[in-house]
């Protein structure tokens, strides 16, 4: 408030809620509201009003009008109020499948269709529509919205739609949009509760480990034998042999279970000893620090001894090089998509790198060097908690005791995972070629 008429309104400073929580907003709005409070400084000096405390103005740009009753929220309004709750954090990638959930929903049911309107019919609608959305619908079909891209694949028929995986995450999606709602009290029930479709597929079946065959093809690509250069000539034979990303992330992968991003992402920082053991440290960090790593779940924040494969191929000679260097990430080649996730770009790049090893197989991509992994771990005969600990997988036994009982205690030492790591190998796969004499 302006020094001249703080004692005319009373106070000194006036606040007032922007609505939203997306800072491009708030900038916008905050220029409104700023506006807004001027102009209203000049009518009370023009006009010497003197209200104890001024009424606090409202204009219909500054804020869509509140609707006449909790209960007759619109659709978007209440998706846009979930996506804004201060109690939860999601990735960029999350919020943009609610961003293309909430296009097709409004696209489906119209602007104004409100929340207490969905019922089990309407929810069965969305599904519909779900079970015929063309994969990669906005690549496909960029004129259609997904809307109409999924009515032209039913009429036509076509193939090449969302996987029933796909499917129930969108609806999995739907349905705590819907709990939302509930727990505001803006519906008495969620209709779209226990709705989903039938994944006819076993998890264990819809990736499959790289067969002997495949890793002999990858670890003999020029890339590791000798090519023009690790970016455009990685698969052409020439006399370079670059060690970066591209060369140490598939190794890494296949000798650690690591997930993708959670290779692409490594800093400097995670690799460092614990109790005489070289490890590989995966966690997202400070949770201030806005670093762009993400983990897949509180399991897989762990410690992984490096395998001593690693060590005789140089992996921490490279480690060392990248430290004395002064460089933060290990990989700093290594691009992060708009989604967030450094593994974006790689899992493009690695599809490709397939393709030309010729080492492309059905129901294998990267993900199978984490199967490859799990079946070295039971070859070595693992305790099941210790291999659980080695490859951050839950115990999934889906019990209270069960977690109850994995929360106590510290875990197990670097020495005892490094021991198994030791006896986890590829008796068959010779990577005699990577390892540096001398």
Known sequence: VPRPLAEIIGKTHVMKSLGTGYRADAVRKARIVAAVFEQQWRDIEAHDIQPAIPPMPERPKLAPKPPASPTDKTLRQAFELFRSDPSKQRTRKTDLHYLNLIELAVGLWGEKRTIRSIDRQASRELLD???WL???AEKKFPKLSPLAAARMAKEKGLAGRLSPASVNGYMCKFRAVMNFCQNEGWI????????QVIDRVRRRDKRLPFSLEQLRLIFDAPIYRGCLDDWAGYSTPGYAHPRRGRFWVPLIAL?????MNEICQLHVADIYRLDGVDCFFVTEGP????NGKRLKTAASERFIPVHPQL?????LSFVEQRRTAGAVRLFSELQKSSTGYYS??????????????????EKTCFHSFRHCYRDALREARIEHEVALALGGWSSGNGNEGGDTAAAYGRGYRAQTLYEAMS???YPELDLSHLVIHG
């Open 129 to 131: 529509v779900l079970l």
């Open 134 to 136: 063309p994969s990669n």
């Open 188 to 195: 008495e029930r969620n209709p779209a509760k226990g709705l």
């Open 255 to 259: 000798f650690s279970g690591m997930r």
């Open 287 to 290: 949770f201030e620090a806005d």
């Open 311 to 315: 060590v005789e191929i140089g992996f």
């Open 344 to 361: 974006d770009p790689f899992s493009k790049w690695f599809r490709r790198f397939l393709e030309r090893a010729g080492a492309t197989r």
């Open 423 to 425: 006896r986890i190998a």
